[in-house]
């Protein structure tokens, strides 16, 4: 096996689907604990390690005791380098950093994906639960843009939603959550 090219971006974003997919049939009680995220981050890096196992075609055997190793002395570690899940290998290669959120992320959180990013991670996600709707919502930084996806929690499928750019003017593609902004009160005469 030659060096961390056999982990490219789709086989690490395969892996993050079907961990994902398989996170919500098996974990997703976990949603309701109260804020419990470090359960969250587990239960999803438990998953992202076997899924991992199965894009790459390795044995599925739980019995084995190379079960929940990865080729390359690749680790999945929770809650490290400003990452909820980081998959990385001992040497400091950096593949997928998982920042979680159980809604949607706030500016502060999307602008730490892009730092990621820049840190020469292969692969960031951010991952919002958003338990009153039918989707996950994923966010994917690019160089200049922030891509959202929606992931269906019924049948496992992702699909693009829109980008925003991170810097520049909005324009009509840009995807716009519907948070309004508050006006600032007039201060009376009596204050």
Not at 57 to 67: K, V
Not at 112 to 138: A, C, P, T
Not at 166 to 184: C, M, P
Request: hydrophobic letters at 40%; a neutral charge.
């Amino acid at each position: 096996m030659a060096g961390n090219g056999r982990f490219t971006t789709i086989l690490l974003f395969e892996a993050f689907e079907k961990a994902l997919m398989q996170f919500m049939h098996e974990d997703a009680q976990v949603l309701s604990w109260p804020r419990a995220k470090a359960s969250l981050a587990h239960c999803l890096a438990g998953q992202l390690q076997r899924s991992l196992r199965s894009v790459l075609g390795l044995s599925e055997d739980s019995a084995s005791p190379a079960f929940f190793s990865l080729p390359q002395d690749i680790k999945v570690d929770i809650l490290v380098e400003g990452c909820d899940i980081l998959v990385h290998d001992r040497k400091g290669k950096h593949l997928l950093g998982i920042v979680l959120g159980y809604d949607y992320l706030s500016k502060a959180q999307q602008e730490h994906l892009h730092q990621l990013k820049e840190q020469g991670f292969r692969l960031v996600l951010g991952v919002s639960f958003l338990m009153q709707k039918e989707y996950v919502l994923l966010y994917s930084p690019k160089q200049e843009s922030l891509e959202y996806y929606h992931f269906n929690k019924q049948d496992g499928t992702t699909h693009h939603l829109m980008q925003r750019d991170v810097e520049g003017e909005a324009d009509d593609r840009q995807l716009s959550l519907g948070i309004k902004v508050r006006k600032k009160r007039k201060p009376t005469q009596d204050q």
